[in-house]
Every structure is written in C-alpha cells, then in structure tokens.
DNA sequence: CAAATATAGTTGATTATTTCAACTATATTT
DNA sequence: AAATATAGTTGAAATAATCAACTATATTTG
C-alpha cells in the first residue's frame, strides 16, 4: 500500500472509530427531552451570547430552514429570547433566557459527568497523552486550512 | 480549573471539533444518492462479507427496525443478497451484490478521494504526526475498555 | 438616487429518518 | 414440553431534514 494510501486509511479509519463513538456518546446523553441539535445550538448560543442564526447556521452547518423551526420551539419552551439588531434590521440577536441556562447547565453537567466517567477508567499518563493528541490533531488540521471549512471549534 | 476538568473539557472541545469535521465530511460526500446510513452499512457487509443484522446493528448502534427497513431498500436497489443461515434459521446472511459491490467501490474512491484532497494541503511530516495521534487515540481509548461499548473499530 | 442584487430569517409542502411496540419464527433453557 | 430468549419484520406515529418560495431589510451599482 502506498504511503499516502496507508496515511488516508488510518484517517479513515479513525473517523469510523470516533462517528461510532460520538454516537454512543449522544445517545447515551440525549435521553433527556432536548435532541442532540437542540443542545447543540444551546451550546452555541451559550457559547456566543448574543448569536445570530446565521452564526449558528455556519457553526453547526444545519439548514437555515430547520434553524428557523428549532428556535422557534426553543422559545416556544421558553430557553431563549430574541431581538431584532438594532443596527441591522435583518438580523435577530439571540439569548439564552435564564430557564435556558439553567437547562444548558445542565446538560452541560451531564456531559462533563459522561466524559468523566469515560476516562475514569484511564490511567493518568494517559488522560493526559489523549488530549495532547487531540490538541495536536486541531492544530494540525487548523492550521493546514486558512479560509477552509474545517477552521473553527 | 481543575486538572481533571481541563481534561474533560479538551476532551469535548475536540468532541465538537471532531463532529463538525465529519458533519463537513459526511454531507460533502452524501450527495450520492445514498444516506449516510446506507453508506455505513454497505461499508460493515463489505468489511465483514456475510454478516447479520444483529452484526449491523452492534456495531453502527442502530434501532434493528430502521435496518431492517434499510435492508429492504438495499435489496431493492440490488445491492445486496440476504440468504438463511444454515445453521440457525432465525439469521440471515448478508452480502453485497456484484452491483453492491461496485457501489461501495465508488464510494470508497469517493471517500478516500475526499480525504486525499483534506490532507494535501498539510507537509507530510504533519500528516505522519496526525495519523500517529489517531492511532494513540484509539489506542488508549481502546485498552481503557476491556468490555466497554467503545472496543471495536 | 433608483434599480438590482444580496443577506437574514420564515413558512409550507414534501420526504426521509427514527422510534417503539407488537408480531412471527426459530433456538435455547429449564 | 413449556417457558424464555433471540433474530428479524412490520405498521403507526413522531421527529427531523430538505428545498423552494416568500418577506423584509441592506448593500451595491449604474
């Protein structure tokens, strides 16, 4: 097998590895009422604090049209508040309400507890050796792309 | 912060880095007319070459009536070939077809194609570390698990 | 400036995907 | 032999994703 040949195997096979378990990671999480997009947009918004849906359409590269819908449940549950920009007429600025940050919370601590339980069974050295590896594995690929998809956490 | 939560917290940065990268990966590649789903199960019979159902489903955690209704749809289209089991005739063998099989051919191309293009941009001797991390990743996430649901690949 | 074009977000119709429980059939256990 | 377990299918219902048309505001350009 050539060099590049082996190189782009063993990426490949790493993102089967991992698609797998991000998978069993939200599946195991999402047995709350909220879906995996929901919380992740929570996230985006918590993250940002006055986002706009076109920021968090380019952040989770969900549809617009979908966005749309799933804000408007999540104000319809009362997790965020929107106002139209003052400056641009165009766009609404999104919050999380206090409800929604106490919901984000949450399901914030139910993920710190998930990955926690998952590297309770590593050793230290190791915990450590992994997310060295993770680091470098964003850098790497951030830094190989300047104005490419793959920027951005 | 603690040195645990820092842990932690590399940990699900690299989580939500990871799944927007193969959200980018998986949409760029799906507009064959296959879904995702289709394309990994087509990706495990081709791995495993007679497998069942239940295979699948353990090892792409999936509900066994949405495979099985994807599995309806895959001998639809002629991709694959179930036959009964010999030896237990509650299971149901499961391979690719010839036009299966030519199938995931041009998706693999496809996807080795979209990887090749990823990490041309990156200097070699990066694209050696990167590979090295995945493997270190796996590695310890792996041997941390003896009957964990993250074995496999 | 006015017309054309672009951007932000919403809506409705359609399709696809997921979920879940009930069901058939065969195997295994007791 | 009866009870229980496993493999897979089916149907109904709920959710989610897709896409084009649409409103409203901004920006560009002749």
């Not at 929901?38 to 940002?48: T, W």
């Not at 590593?122 to 830094?143: D, F, H, R, S, V």
Request: glycine letters at 6%.
């Amino acid at each position: 097998m050539g060099d590049k040949l082996k190189i782009v195997d063993e990426i490949r096979s790493f993102n089967r590895y991992y698609t797998k378990l991000l998978g069993l990671l939200n599946n195991q999480l999402l047995n709350s009422k909220y879906s995996l997009t929901e919380a992740r947009i929570l996230y985006e918004i918590h993250a940002g604090e006055k986002v706009t849906a076109t920021q968090i359409i380019s952040e989770l590269g969900i549809d617009k049209g979908q966005l749309s819908k799933i804000m408007r449940n999540l104000e319809k549950y009362g997790l965020i508040t929107r106002k139209a920009s003052e400056t641009d007429g165009r766009v609404i600025l999104i919050s999380l309400s206090p409800s929604g940050k106490k919901v984000y919370n949450e399901l914030d601590a139910a993920s710190n507890q998930q990955i926690n339980d998952m590297i309770s069974v590593i050793p230290e050295g190791n915990q450590k050796q992994l997310t060295a590896c993770m680091q470098e594995i964003k850098m790497i690929l951030i830094n190989s792309s300047t104005d490419d998809v793959r920027k951005r956490s």
